[in-house]
């Protein structure tokens, strides 16, 4: 069964260091999700890609958080520099069609800012 | 805004008990409704989905109703087992392509 990589796993990193995080969708689908869940809460969407192309970032704190789709394939999101409340679950998920339902999540990566 | 809530926070059951979980959102104009588990330190997977239209779905021992006038949605887990153990998740979507909006989660521990 086709999956969403997430890469790292996990990742621990000192406040006001720059980290970064990977995702690979499932092939053929259009459309990329990055969404942030803080531990016992439900996910938050930070920003949706269709192709390379962003279509929601009202919730991406833009100061310090980025996120690219160059070749409208794979995702990288970026924060820098990383504060002690950014401390969290990030997911991807990934859809052929942002107008179906069908939502495909990654295993996430857990960040620990310290 | 919308706000989706999930009642109760947590539940402990013994093994083979039926169970239900609760949602409840502030806006019933709805497209559709989803339940996710989540297991601890992984990602969501998907359970059942109810479109706006409908009012209930099913899948083995899960069945989810919908109750749109009431703002309402109900897992019902039916002969729980350790298995079962997770956090369960009730998102929406107000319109065809927008976010999901997530409440936060009922977290479930079915004892043997």
């Known amino acids: 069964e086709a999956e969403v990589a997430q890469s790292p796993r996990y990742k621990i990193t000192e406040k006001s260091q720059a980290v970064a995080f990977w995702c690979d969708p499932i092939?053929?689908?259009?459309?990329l999700y990055w969404y942030r869940q803080i531990l016992g809460q439900g996910p938050e969407l930070l920003v949706q890609?269709?192709?390379?192309?962003?279509?929601?970032d009202s919730q991406l704190p833009k100061d310090r958080f980025s996120a690219e789709r160059l070749k409208g394939v794979d995702s990288t999101l970026k924060i820098q520099p990383a504060e002690l409340g950014d401390s969290a679950m990030y997911l991807c998920?990934?859809?052929?069609?942002?107008?179906?339902?069908?939502?495909?999540f990654g295993s996430g990566t857990r960040l620990t800012v310290v | 805004k919308q706000e989706v809530t999930q009642i109760p926070a947590a539940l402990s059951v013994p093994e083979g008990e039926n169970l239900v979980l609760n949602c409840s959102f502030t806006?019933?104009?709805?497209?559709?409704l989803q339940w996710f588990r989540q297991d601890p330190g992984k990602g969501l997977t998907s359970l059942l989905l109810?479109?706006?239209?409908?009012r209930e779905q099913t899948s083995g021992r899960l069945n989810a109703s919908l109750d749109k006038s009431s703002g309402r949605s109900t897992l019902y887990i039916a002969a729980s087992q350790p298995g079962d153990s997770a956090t369960y998740l009730c998102?929406?979507?107000?319109?065809?392509?927008?976010?999901?909006?997530f409440g936060e989660g009922t977290q479930l521990t079915v004892n043997p």
């Open positions: 998920a990934s859809s052929k069609d942002r107008m179906v339902d069908g939502y495909t």
């Open positions: 092939s053929g689908h259009a459309t």
């Open positions: 890609f269709q192709d390379e192309s962003v279509v929601d």
């Open positions: 806006d019933s104009a709805i497209y559709n």
């Open positions: 109810i479109q706006s239209s409908q």
């Open positions: 998102c929406l979507r107000e319109t065809s392509g927008s976010r999901l909006t």
